[in-house]
């Protein structure tokens, strides 16, 4: 098997780099149609977001599945499986009539795309040689660096001239083409050992707690907390849920679900919370900023989509050269390179006003992506240096779990943030309109009471909603800062 797989590693590659782009695109094009969908199926922009959050909570409670299926059934079945389920959903997506109906099948999509990342992931280190991973890697962002580039402006003007309903369209097609090369490309593999028997009821719990800590987050701010009876429900749950899950686990001493024992490893346990934090501050930014602009700044999904783009790109071009010295060199440098270029984006984004130019907003997303590529290459090379590689299948699981986790948690949080720092700045704001203000009185008097306070509601809403888009970014600042603690643990991958 291993002389078979490594004359057609290149094959290999190319063959799961198709799917890797499906999925990245599947989850970065609907960013751009968020207001359009809401407005179309009549729902808040804040609602929008479930088809993300959502999406993102299902594909990673199938994750910790997806070794045992590479096991039981072989890892190129899964991946055929996988997909097919993914462009069913899509296309049931395109033809949803309802928002209701088109979150079940978005949340299907993700449902298939769950095992596909983790399992090609597997395929990849058990192919390529630790000592020409960072190469592998190159190839591999190739695939996941264009999508975010070609995605959203695609997206973008799909949406413009199609509606939103073009963008599932486009998944179908892409899944007809991911369908078609893992088919042709990837050789017949042997038929794997028996897979061990999965413990069913700890997949359950950890499935139903992932959902209900998703939907908890969700729509919490909107149902006043633990002030509605079914949110303290959903809160019960999912504790109770992932609680009995670790316990029976570690009891029971059964890993098919999700080998924690991996984590007993401090150079896997510290790359794990280094991808967590690059998730959760990678996807929290992008949900920020696409409603910065449209929400906020009225701009078109076709500049959306621009931004989108300029910001992958970067991320792309960068993410070769940081596959490069990642190989060459020791893998810290490159990080000790981006962090500081990554939080300097960051911190540019704090400091955004109402009349920043697009141009400006373009240059903060150049230096986002760049400092972003320098970071996660490296890390996501060394994450695994330490695993060996009958352990490699249940390390990316696990790896997969917990950073799609980490970032449908941060794009729930951060909304949480968003939504909290609106209110206390509204409430900050409006002191300053009170009756006795003279420029108030002053304004009223030539405008009218009525017309002035229609305009000022309008300008205190938007710079409330301003100064909350920096407070977010200056939030993810500090939490981007923690990557920092990974430094000391990170090693080259042994031969």
Not at 59 to 69: D, E, F, T, V
Not at 254 to 259: A, F, P
Not at 361 to 374: C, D, Q, R, S
Not at 453 to 476: G, H, K
Request: hydrophobic share 55%; charged share 10%.
């Amino acid at each position: 098997m291993k002389t078979e797989m490594k004359s057609n590693k290149w094959l290999i590659l190319l063959a799961v780099s198709i799917p890797f782009f499906m999925a990245e695109m599947a989850g970065t094009s609907i960013f751009v149609a968020f207001e359009t969908i809401a407005s179309d199926l009549n729902v808040s922009i804040d609602r929008s977001v479930w088809l993300t959050t959502l999406y993102l909570a299902v594909n990673a409670a199938m994750i910790p599945l997806a070794g045992w299926l590479g096991n039981r059934f072989g890892y190129k079945k899964v991946i055929i499986a996988g997909i097919a389920v993914f462009t069913v959903g899509a296309l049931l997506s395109a033809l949803a009539q309802s928002f209701e109906t088109l979150v079940i099948f978005r949340a299907l999509q993700g449902m298939g795309d769950g095992p596909i990342v983790p399992i090609s992931t597997a395929l990849l280190l058990e192919t390529f040689p630790p000592k020409e991973r960072g190469r592998m890697t190159i190839a591999s962002m190739l695939a996941v660096g264009m999508a975010p580039a070609l995605g959203p402006f695609s997206a973008s003007w799909i949406v413009e001239e199609i509606g939103w309903r073009g963008i599932f369209y486009m998944n179908v097609g892409l899944g007809l083409l991911s369908l078609a090369s893992v088919t042709a490309l990837i050789p017949p593999l042997p038929r794997p050992a028996q897979a061990a028997q999965v413990n069913w009821p700890g997949f359950a719990l950890l499935a139903i707690g992932t959902g209900s800590l998703q939907l908890f987050l969700d729509r919490g701010e909107s149902h006043n907390w633990f002030a509605t009876n079914w949110i303290l429900g959903l809160f019960i749950v999912a504790a109770i849920s992932l609680l009995l899950f670790f316990v029976i686990t570690i009891i029971k001493k059964d890993n098919s679900v999700l080998d924690l024992r991996l984590l007993k490893d401090i150079h896997f346990l510290m790359g794990n919370f280094a991808f967590m934090l690059i998730f959760g501050a990678l996807f929290g930014a992008l949900m920020v900023k696409i409603i910065y602009l449209q929400w906020l700044m009225g701009y078109t999904p076709i500049l959306s989509g621009i931004y989108y783009a300029t910001v992958a790109g970067a991320m792309f071009f960068c993410s070769v050269l940081a596959g490069v010295l990642t190989d060459k060199i020791n893998p810290r440098w490159p990080v000790v390179f981006g962090l500081p270029i990554c939080i300097y984006g960051l911190h540019l984004a704090s400091r955004l006003t109402l009349y920043s130019d697009l141009h400006g907003i373009l240059i903060i997303g150049v230096v986002m992506g760049a400092g972003m590529a320098f970071v996660t290459v490296p890390v996501s090379v060394t994450v695994f240096a330490s695993i060996q590689r009958k352990d490699m299948a249940a390390a990316s699981v696990l790896n997969s779990y917990l950073s799609v986790m980490s970032g449908a948690v941060s794009i729930s949080l951060v909304m949480i943030l968003l939504m909290r720092r609106i209110e206390i700045h509204t409430a900050s704001l409006a002191v300053a309109l009170r009756h006795g203000n003279l420029a108030v009185e002053t304004a009223a008097f030539y405008l009218g009471e009525e017309a002035l306070l229609a305009t000022l509601q309008l300008m205190l809403s938007r710079q409330a909603a301003m100064f909350s888009f920096n407070d977010v970014f200056y939030s993810l600042t500090f939490l981007t800062l923690l990557i920092l603690l990974y430094l000391p643990f990170m090693k080259k991958a042994q031969p």
